[in-house]
T-cell receptor, first 112, second 117 residues
Framework: QKEVEQNSGPLSVPEGAIASLNCTYS??????FFWYRQYSGKSPELIMS????GDKEDGRFTAQLNKASQYVSLLIRDSQPSDSATYLC????????????FGAGTRLFVKA | GAVVSQHPSWVICKSGTSVKIECRSL??????MFWYRQFPKQSLMLMAT?????????EQGVEKDKFLINHASLTLSTLTVTSAHPEDSSFYIC?????????????FGSGTRLTVV
């Protein structure tokens, strides 16, 4: 089982719609979770971090965490063509030392 | 916010030569930096954790004698790809946190695209 799993997509949504990105993780002891956005040929940029169960909102982005289900999601409201990118789910593991493990990423296309 | 500078942004080298990639934290001290490799259309794979003043910790399957990591100061970590081969061609990215190894959210360098011919 992979440590962080995401649907590779592509996920295609029309402009203005809500895009929903999902991620599951295997380490039940994980406490910190992140969503990164990566444009083609560029390095990832941090969008959201979440540490507690429930929702966390930042502008058009909402991260949702359910530790019991080992599930984290990202909702993008009012999707824009500029949101088209690969979204990486990341989990901070503490295995005697901290390290961040990434999912394979979900490619999102927002159609104008 | 925290800035991580990485260079070169791209490099082309001949097979058998070595290439050094630098990663600097510009406005904070990073006791720990991470090196990732990303092949086209794949996710970031952690190669090693670079610790200032001590040996790097390599992930399983990563050859430590091929990928030399030096973290000589709190603001600089280097990755040297020795005796590079075409299969080493990839996008190499470093990251660090201004809040320490267990910090919340990491900043990435801009990445180095290595092409070995």
């Amino acid at each position: 089982q992979k440590e962080v799993e995401q649907n590779s997509g592509p996920l295609s949504v029309p402009e203005g719609a809500i895009a929903s990105l999902n991620c599951t993780y295997s380490d039940r002891g994980s406490q910190s979770f992140f969503w990164y956005r990566q444009y083609s040929g560029k390095s990832p940029e941090l969008i959201m971090s979440i540490y507690s169960n429930g929702d966390k909102e930042d502008g058009r982005f909402t991260a949702q965490l359910n530790k019991a289900s080992q599930y984290v999601s990202l909702l993008i409201r009012d999707s824009q063509p500029s949101d088209s990118a690969t979204y990486l789910c990341a989990v901070l593991l503490n295995t005697g030392g901290f390290k961040t493990i990434f999912g394979a990423g979900t490619r999102l296309f927002v159609k104008a | 916010g925290a800035v991580v500078s990485q260079h070169p942004s791209w490099v082309i080298c001949k097979s058998g030569t070595s290439v050094k990639i630098e990663c600097r934290s510009l406005d904070f001290q990073a006791t720990t930096m991470f090196w990732y490799r990303q092949f086209p259309k794949q996710s970031l794979m952690l190669m090693a954790t670079s610790n200032e003043g001590s040996k790097a910790t390599y992930e399983q399957g990563v050859e430590k004698d091929k990928f030399l990591i030096n973290h000589a100061s709190l603001t600089l970590s280097t990755l040297t790809v020795t005796s590079a081969h075409p299969e080493d061609s990839s996008f190499y990215i470093c990251s660090a946190s201004s809040q320490g190894a267990g910090g919340y959210g990491y900043t990435f360098g801009s990445g180095t695209r290595l092409t070995v011919v």
